[in-house]
């Protein structure tokens, strides 16, 4: 009975492992073509918007393989306390990364009208929302893979930055439509991509979210709050 005990265990323990593998396989690809999109838009590189486009399937394919994993897991192990928080939040950290996948799409195809037209200085601007937007999300990728509940709590708090400079940078362009209107459907475009870019944010604070769930089993969604949270 012991030797199937171990048995299963260890079975459990390489699922759980390959299920890890998956989600950080795709973490990896998620950050890569946010990386590319904001590339493809400030080289004015065409061909690195459309690879972003095209590789986002692999993306939605690692989603799927997650979800399948994880219902395996649950099916056939039943694991219970900490062992099916971790499950769940994998298998709910992947759809934030897939919207983040979605995300960076979305900065390509915009980035690609504007690359038919002549460049506006302007595009710059997008760097700095775009650097604090990627390492917030790198932020939460390590607080979710080393349970790690304060660098989670202080990537929530980052998050309010990164809005601030977001509607900071939306109020510039609003300005510079007015005074260029000519270009307008360009600032328009630019206004969205950092509208994309604040949403990584927020994707990246629901996965931080996770990582407290899977350490603490404390639900911090919808007003829920850790003791020492405020400290």
Not at 4 to 20: C, K, P, V
Not at 127 to 154: C, G, H, T, W
């Amino acid at each position: 009975m012991n030797k199937d005990n171990d048995h299963i265990l260890g079975s459990f323990q390489t699922a759980l492992d390959e299920l890890n593998v998956s989600l950080f396989q795709m973490a990896d690809l998620v950050r890569l073509n946010l990386d590319k999109a904001v590339e493809g838009l400030i080289k004015r590189d065409t061909n690195l918007c459309t690879a972003v486009i095209a590789d986002d399937e692999d993306i939605n394919n690692l989603e799927k393989r997650i979800d399948e994993e994880g219902l395996r897991i649950i099916t056939l192990y039943q694991p219970v306390a900490s062992d099916l928080r971790l499950v769940a939040s994998m298998m709910k950290v992947s759809p934030n990364l897939e919207r983040i996948g979605d995300q960076s799409v979305g900065i390509a195809k915009r980035a690609r009208k504007m690359n038919k037209n002549e460049e506006i200085s302007e595009t710059l601007l997008v760097d700095p929302l775009y650097k604090m937007a990627a390492d917030l999300l790198r932020q939460s990728l390590e607080a979710f893979k080393n349970r790690n509940v304060e660098q989670a709590i202080s990537v929530k708090k980052q998050d309010a930055e990164l809005n601030v400079i977001h509607k900071e940078l939306v109020k510039k362009l609003t300005k510079r439509m007015e005074s260029d209107p000519e270009r307008i459907k360009d600032y328009l475009d630019l206004q969205f991509i950092a509208r994309a870019l604040e949403r990584v944010g927020d994707y990246s604070k629901n996965i931080c979210e996770d990582a407290i769930f899977v350490e603490s089993a404390v639900d911090i969604r919808h007003g829920g709050v850790l003791s020492h949270e405020d400290n």
